[in-house]
């Protein structure tokens, strides 16, 4: 089984703070993603990684970062953090991008920023 | 702007009966259609896909249809399980670029929280 998992289930943290969450995969993935789940929103991509060092833009980047120095591990960094970065952080990882690969996710990191 | 729409953001239905979760899509390239089930505190798993070349995919008890022509795709769940009870995510792929085979973008829908009642 695959396994993905977070370092933190929940988080609180104070404006202006760095914050840094990370994700592990244990099934040797190339591709790494960093979703944000909210109310009425669904998830919405952040930052993706193909290969270790590479990163891509997703919908909504601004006010993240990202860092990918291993293969396992996806690392999303909130430079200072805001209230309006109070989410559900989602990580997940999949084998290939092509249509029929599934994404397989973590369990979630709740920040809250106060 | 949301490209994957689902308009009913809870459902509730008896145990044994069916379960008819909808899904509409604004972008025809999408390809590729996914279900993810989320359960609290947990992280979404995925449940059944369908191949935009398909209008039907069947897995056990989760069946999903594709109505290209209408941009409309529904997940059918016979018969209910208190199990089920969890949020359904749609999700659709999309080939953003011609060469590299990165170059697949996920979109999902809002989710729509089943409740199964016993």
């Known amino acids: 089984d695959v396994k993905v998992t977070q370092s933190s289930r929940y988080l609180v943290k104070r404006t202006g703070e760095k914050v840094f969450l990370e994700c592990v995969q244990d099934?040797?993935?190339?591709?790494m993603f960093w979703y944000r789940q909210d109310p009425g929103l669904g998830l919405r991509l952040i930052y993706f990684?193909?290969?270790?060092?590479?990163?891509e833009k997703g919908d909504i980047p601004e006010g993240y970062s990202v860092s990918r120095e291993k293969k396992e591990r996806f690392s999303l960094i909130l430079e200072s953090a805001s209230t309006n970065q109070t989410s559900m952080y989602l990580c997940?990882?999949?084998?290939?991008?092509?249509?029929?690969?599934?994404?397989?996710f973590g369990p979630g990191t709740r920040l809250t920023v106060t | 702007d949301q490209q994957v729409k689902q308009n009913s953001p809870s459902l509730s239905v008896q145990e044994g009966r069916i379960s008819i979760l909808n899904c509409d899509y604004t972008?025809?390239?999408?390809?590729?259609f996914l279900w993810y089930k989320k359960y609290p505190a947990e992280g979404p798993t995925f449940l059944i896909s369908?191949?935009?070349?398909?209008d039907k995919n069947e897995d056990g008890r989760f069946t999903v249809f594709l109505n290209k022509s209408a941009k409309h795709l529904s997940l059918h769940i016979v018969p209910s399980q208190p199990g089920d009870s969890a949020v359904y995510f749609c999700?659709?792929?999309?080939?953003?670029?011609?060469?590299?085979?990165?170059?697949?973008?996920?979109?999902f829908g809002a989710g729509t929280t089943v409740t199964v009642r016993a």
């Open positions: 972008n025809s390239m999408f390809d590729y």
């Open positions: 990684s193909y290969d270790v060092k590479m990163k």
């Open positions: 999700a659709a792929k999309i080939k953003i670029g011609p060469f590299n085979p990165n170059d697949y973008k996920l979109s």
């Open positions: 099934m040797d993935h190339e591709n």
């Open positions: 369908i191949s935009s070349i398909k």
């Open positions: 997940a990882s999949s084998e290939g991008v092509g249509a029929a690969y599934e994404q397989y």
